[in-house]
C-alpha cells in the first residue's frame, strides 16, 4: 500500500506533463524555472472537508515555466477523500472573465499579469472553489515525460489530422502516442468544430490515460515505482512538503481513473471589439456549485 501511495502521489507532480500546449514561438522570457513546477496556493495545506482542488496550468512557453507567460491550458482537479470519487473541470484559454485587480480579459492572461498565484486567485473569485495546490509546466516538461515513459495509451474514437496547424496525423483507433504524437495531439484545436472546448477536453483525457499507465505498472510490479521516481526527479520543482505529497498520495491510490469525471465548462462564442473570445455560460454556476460541495463531476 505504502509503494503503491507513493507511486500515484508523483502522479500528482506529473498532473500539468499533460496540458503542455505550445503557440506561436515567441521572445525567449527573461525568467525559467523547471520544466513541471507546484507549490501551495494559500500559506498552508488545508483542505476542506475531506475535499481537495488542484489548479493545472499548461503555459505557452517553449523553455522552462516563465512566469510572465499565457496559460493556454486550464484545469481544476478535486479529490474527494471520503467518496473517493474526482473530477477534472476544464477552461478554454480565451474565456472572458474578470481577473482580480485587472478588470476584464482573457483568463489566460492572469497568469501573464501575476503568475501562478493570480492564475489561482482568478479561478477561485470565478467559481468559488478554494485550490489547494497549483501545478504548472511548459514544453520541456511534457516532451520529457511522455519520452521516458515510451508513450501514452490512448483510444480516439474519430481522426485527429491536422497537418499543418499542429502537426496531428491520428487515425480513429488505439493508438500509444510518443512524445511528438501526444503533443499534437493536445495542441489539436481547429479541425474540431468546438475549437478550444474540444482541446480542453482532450487534454484531461490525455491526463486520466496517464493516471492508468501509472497504476497499470506500479500494481503489476512494485519495482516500477523507482522508474515514476527517476522522471518526478528530473522533471518536477516543487514547493510542497514531502507530507503533503505523501498525503495526496495516499488519495490518489484510492481513486479509480472510472470515478474521475470530466467536463469543460459550457461556453459560446463571441467577440469584444476585434478580439474574439468565448463567454461561459451561466450553467457553469450549477457546475460550481457541485464541484465545491463534492470535489467530483
Given at each position: 500500500?505504502?509503494?503503491?501511495?507513493?507511486?500515484?502521489?508523483?502522479?500528482?507532480?506529473?498532473?500539468?506533463?499533460?496540458?503542455?500546449?505550445?503557440?506561436?514561438?515567441?521572445?525567449?522570457?527573461?525568467?525559467?524555472?523547471?520544466?513541471?513546477?507546484?507549490?501551495?496556493?494559500?500559506?498552508?495545506?488545508?483542505?476542506?472537508?475531506?475535499?481537495?482542488?488542484?489548479?493545472?496550468?499548461?503555459?505557452?512557453?517553449?523553455?522552462?515555466?516563465?512566469?510572465?507567460?499565457?496559460?493556454?491550458?486550464?484545469?481544476?482537479?478535486?479529490?474527494?477523500?471520503?467518496?473517493?470519487?474526482?473530477?477534472?473541470?476544464?477552461?478554454?484559454?480565451?474565456?472572458?472573465?474578470?481577473?482580480?485587480?485587472?478588470?476584464?480579459?482573457?483568463?489566460?492572461?492572469?497568469?501573464?499579469?501575476?503568475?501562478?498565484?493570480?492564475?489561482?486567485?482568478?479561478?477561485?473569485?470565478?467559481?468559488?472553489?478554494?485550490?489547494?495546490l497549483w501545478v504548472m509546466t511548459g514544453f520541456e516538461g511534457f516532451r520529457g515525460v511522455v519520452r521516458m515513459l515510451n508513450g501514452v495509451k490512448i483510444h480516439l474514437s474519430q481522426d485527429v489530422f491536422d497537418p499543418t496547424g499542429s502537426g496531428a496525423r491520428l487515425?480513429?483507433?488505439?493508438?500509444?502516442?510518443?512524445?511528438?504524437?501526444?503533443?499534437?495531439?493536445?495542441r489539436t484545436r481547429k479541425i474540431f468544430s468546438s475549437g478550444d472546448v474540444a482541446r480542453s477536453t482532450n487534454q484531461a483525457r490525455f491526463l486520466l490515460m496517464l493516471l492508468a499507465k501509472l497504476r497499470k505498472q506500479v500494481e503489476r510490479d512494485p519495482a516500477a515505482l523507482f522508474d515514476w521516481i527517476d522522471i518526478t526527479r528530473r522533471h518536477t520543482r516543487t514547493d510542497i512538503s514531502a507530507e503533503d505529497l505523501f498525503r495526496l498520495g495516499v488519495l490518489a491510490a484510492q481513486v479509480s481513473r472510472k470515478r474521475v469525471g470530466n467536463i469543460t465548462v459550457p461556453v459560446s462564442v463571441g467577440s469584444v471589439g476585434a478580439a474574439s473570445v468565448v463567454f461561459i455560460s451561466p450553467k457553469a454556476n450549477s457546475i460550481y456549485a457541485r464541484f465545491r460541495r463534492t470535489a467530483a463531476l
Amino acid at each position: 500500500m505504502i509503494r503503491r501511495a507513493c507511486a500515484l502521489l508523483l502522479f500528482l507532480c506529473l498532473l500539468i506533463t499533460c496540458f503542455q500546449l505550445v503557440g506561436p514561438p515567441r521572445s525567449v522570457p527573461r525568467v525559467v524555472a523547471g520544466p513541471v513546477v507546484a507549490g501551495p496556493v494559500h500559506h498552508s495545506f488545508q483542505p476542506t472537508k475531506g475535499k481537495v482542488f488542484v489548479l493545472v496550468i499548461g503555459n505557452d512557453a517553449r523553455v522552462g515555466n516563465p512566469s510572465r507567460s499565457r496559460a493556454d491550458a486550464l484545469h481544476v482537479i478535486g479529490l474527494n477523500t471520503k467518496t473517493m470519487k474526482g473530477g477534472i473541470l476544464n477552461f478554454p484559454r480565451d474565456s472572458w472573465i474578470n481577473i482580480p485587480g485587472y478588470g476584464m480579459g482573457r483568463i489566460n492572461e492572469a497568469l501573464y499579469q501575476g503568475g501562478p498565484q493570480l492564475m489561482a486567485q482568478t479561478v477561485e473569485s470565478l467559481t468559488g472553489i478554494r485550490l489547494d495546490l497549483w501545478v504548472m509546466t511548459g514544453f520541456e516538461g511534457f516532451r520529457g515525460v511522455v519520452r521516458m515513459l515510451n508513450g501514452v495509451k490512448i483510444h480516439l474514437s474519430q481522426d485527429v489530422f491536422d497537418p499543418t496547424g499542429s502537426g496531428a496525423r491520428l487515425r480513429k483507433g488505439t493508438h500509444v502516442l510518443r512524445a511528438g504524437a501526444a503533443l499534437a495531439y493536445v495542441r489539436t484545436r481547429k479541425i474540431f468544430s468546438s475549437g478550444d472546448v474540444a482541446r480542453s477536453t482532450n487534454q484531461a483525457r490525455f491526463l486520466l490515460m496517464l493516471l492508468a499507465k501509472l497504476r497499470k505498472q506500479v500494481e503489476r510490479d512494485p519495482a516500477a515505482l523507482f522508474d515514476w521516481i527517476d522522471i518526478t526527479r528530473r522533471h518536477t520543482r516543487t514547493d510542497i512538503s514531502a507530507e503533503d505529497l505523501f498525503r495526496l498520495g495516499v488519495l490518489a491510490a484510492q481513486v479509480s481513473r472510472k470515478r474521475v469525471g470530466n467536463i469543460t465548462v459550457p461556453v459560446s462564442v463571441g467577440s469584444v471589439g476585434a478580439a474574439s473570445v468565448v463567454f461561459i455560460s451561466p450553467k457553469a454556476n450549477s457546475i460550481y456549485a457541485r464541484f465545491r460541495r463534492t470535489a467530483a463531476l
